[in-house]
């Protein structure tokens, strides 16, 4: 990051462009109380491009997407969702959903239903969009394991998965939806560095942003600042910096020097963590398949148990009768 130098594609400010996915005017949020949650937010989200919000854990990351989408009640401010014009929006008409937006939350959740079921979401089904998702996200190797593939049920009533199976299937679900803004709250908290590194070079920055696509990505990984187009900096509820690496490189050396030790402290626990990961998305995939094979041999179990239950019915039918035979006086033997 001492060299970093912002790339050529990336010219254009929030502030000096009327190309906006959303603005956030003297925003004010709560919850449900008179106190506010989130306080004096004024921010700008470019159209088609990746902006990241970064953070202490509880500095108000998850609530800054919510009270975007309206989840969160206003005090004050406003926000603002950007239009077309009308002859884009003929063209969107044909293309993507330009007011919805795909959102993969913190807490993962599933559909009892099947895996392509869970992210295809009641969207069409597009049989290469769906494999290139399914190849983004990594999960291939674990449908492989499932029984009837990505046809196989899952969730309360099917086949219990980890939590980074989950969150991959639910991130696999927002990439795949047709729309032009997604909203990813910490995807890579539960996977290890090479699912990480894997589903932010092909999900986000190769399948999303090829597709010029909206993309706010929060994450604690600060190593992938460096991919930022825009960067928001929360602390303690409200914006303590918002722009470009470069910016803040240049404008808060303080704030700068903090993540570049931060960004050494994760390089150094990643070293030594890499194994352990390894160790960890081996042995998910190694409890799907146990999981799997444990589902059959109960299956196997029971039918063998449903077996033995009708040959000893039938022994013990025998055995009644031959008594019955021999104690029937009227019967008599030759």
């Known amino acids: 990051m001492d060299s970093y130098e912002q790339p050529a594609r990336r010219p254009l400010r929030p502030n000096e462009t009327e190309d906006l996915a959303v603005k956030v005017n003297s925003g004010f949020f709560t919850w449900g109380s008179n106190l506010s949650t989130l306080s004096d937010i004024n921010i700008c989200i470019p159209t088609g491009q990746l902006t990241m919000i970064v953070g202490q854990v509880g500095c108000g990351k998850s609530s800054l997407l919510l009270a975007m989408l309206g989840e969160m009640q206003t005090l004050s401010g406003k926000v603002y969702w950007s239009k077309l014009p009308v002859s884009e929006m003929l063209h969107e008409a044909n293309s993507k959903n330009r007011y919805s937006v795909g959102y993969a939350t913190q807490k993962s959740w599933l559909l009892n239903a099947t895996v392509e079921d869970n992210i295809t979401f009641g969207s069409p089904f597009n049989k290469q969009r769906y494999k290139t998702v399914i190849d983004a996200c990594s999960l291939q190797p674990d449908v492989d394991l499932l029984p009837f593939g990505d046809q196989t049920e899952i969730g309360e ?3 219990n998965l980890s939590g980074g199976q989950r969150q991959r299937i639910c991130v696999a679900r ?11 709250d910490d995807p890579f908290s539960a996977l290890d560095i090479h699912l990480s590194d894997h589903l932010m ?4 920055l190769k399948f999303l942003q090829d597709d010029k696509r909206t993309v706010v990505l929060v994450t604690h990984k600060l190593q992938y600042l460096i991919h930022a187009d825009w960067i928001i900096a929360m602390k303690d509820g409200s914006v303590l910096r918002d722009g470009t690496l470069k910016d803040i490189q240049t404008h808060d050396v303080e704030l700068y020097e903090h993540w570049k030790t931060l960004m050494n402290r994760q390089d150094q626990e990643l070293e030594k963590d890499t194994e352990i990961d390894n160790c960890q998305t081996a042995l998910e995939r190694k ?4 999981a799997f094979y444990s589902r059959e041999a109960k299956n196997q179990v029971d039918d063998d148990e449903e077996g033995e239950l009708q040959r000893q019915h039938c022994i013990s039918y025998k055995l009644s009768s031959i008594t019955t035979y021999d104690n029937n006086p009227s019967f008599s033997r030759s």
């Open 287 to 290: 409890t799907l398949r146990r």
């Open 174 to 184: 927002a990439l795949y939806q047709n729309t032009n803004i997604v909203f990813l």
């Open 157 to 159: 009533r099917g086949i």
């Open 201 to 204: 070079q092909e999900g986000i």
